[in-house]
């Protein structure tokens, strides 16, 4: 084994936080895991990790090799993309994370119609609540579905993301139609919220464009779409849901719809993110691609909601 082979080895270990599990993925003994690592620390003359029987840590030495290591795993990816630019299809493993609702239901169909296009490949999904390394962690693409922080990853939009309030028609019939944000105000309001975010006022756009936050009386918290739904449609309370929530309750009338025509501001949209890569792999490009015709345009949500194109001032200029 070479010194770049150690360094790729070194990352495995790195990611895995041990040597066994590291050695597990290779299908290796971990006794030859942890001899290449030595013969490593040898040839650089530095120590990687801080080793006990119980963790492991890298040193502020073994801190900076791990970013050398990351770009060399990067130069020999792009190798591999430029090469495989010129083959027949999209190879090997591909990694992915994604929010857990949004992943359980459009990244699996997409991730079922990729391996049925793609039968070399394979895949490894991991459905996250919250932001991962993209880098560090070696993912080949992320769903964002948050405001975008300034960084080297590459974004590309994959559809709206726009909410709707709602209510059941039980909810309705007891305490009336609101026609106006005020006629909610002391209502019993379900609500989205997990890992300090908390989708708990309504962005509603005035007269003069200007963003008016509107607090809702959030009795009920909860970090999951489904039971956020089915404590709407119980008539216990009104909510404002993500439209990527909402399945056939608005066809079937088990929701309705509140406010239409009051102009609101969309979630951030949602978004493909890559490494910063000059190389775009095969396998990433084509698994983009069946995630965009599983989501459609627009996006299939919003297909079974119906006129939900005309509700909230969504794409007038209020709302971008």
């Not at 006794?31 to 650089?44: D, F």
């Not at 590309?156 to 039980?170: D, E, K, M």
Request: aromatic fraction near 6%; include cysteine.
């Amino acid at each position: 084994m070479d010194k770049a082979s150690r360094l790729l080895l070194f990352l495995d270990v790195v990611e895995a936080q041990s040597f066994s599990k590291a050695a597990d993925h290779r299908q290796v003994n971990r006794s030859v895991v942890s001899k290449q690592i030595s013969r490593l620390e040898e040839e650089l003359q530095i120590r990687l990790f801080n080793r006990s029987t119980r963790s492991l840590a890298l040193t502020d030495a073994g801190r900076e090799i791990h970013q050398h290591a990351l770009r060399l795993r990067e130069v020999l990816e792009d190798t591999d993309d430029v090469a495989g630019a010129y083959q027949d299809g999209p190879r090997g493993i591909l990694k992915i994370t994604s929010p857990s609702h949004f992943g359980r239901t459009y990244v699996a169909q997409a991730v079922r119609l990729y391996m049925e296009r793609y039968p070399d490949t394979q895949v490894e999904v991991r459905l996250e609540d919250h932001l991962t390394d993209l880098i560090g962690g070696g993912y080949d693409l992320a769903i964002r579905m948050s405001e975008l922080e300034d960084s080297n990853l590459i974004a590309r939009p994959l559809a709206a993301h726009r909410h709707l309030i709602c209510a059941s028609p039980a909810f309705i019939e007891r305490h009336g139609m609101p026609q106006t944000p005020a006629d909610l105000s002391g209502l019993p309001a379900a609500v989205y919220s997990r890992d300090g975010f908390i989708l708990d006022r309504l962005r509603v756009c005035t007269e003069s464009g200007v963003e008016e936050k509107v607090a809702l009386d959030s009795r009920l918290k909860v970090n999951d779409a489904d039971v956020l739904i089915g404590a709407i449609k119980s008539g216990a309370c009104y909510g404002m849901v993500s439209a990527i929530n909402i399945k056939d309750e608005i066809l079937d009338g088990e929701l309705v719809p509140l406010l239409t025509n009051v102009p609101m501001k969309p979630l951030p949209s949602i978004h493909l993110v890559y490494p910063h890569r000059q190389y775009l792999p095969q396998k990433t490009r084509r698994f983009s691609d069946c995630l965009q015709e599983v989501v459609g345009t627009p996006p299939v949500w919003e297909q079974r909601i119906p006129g939900f194109e005309n509700m909230y001032g969504y794409g007038s200029g209020c709302s971008a």
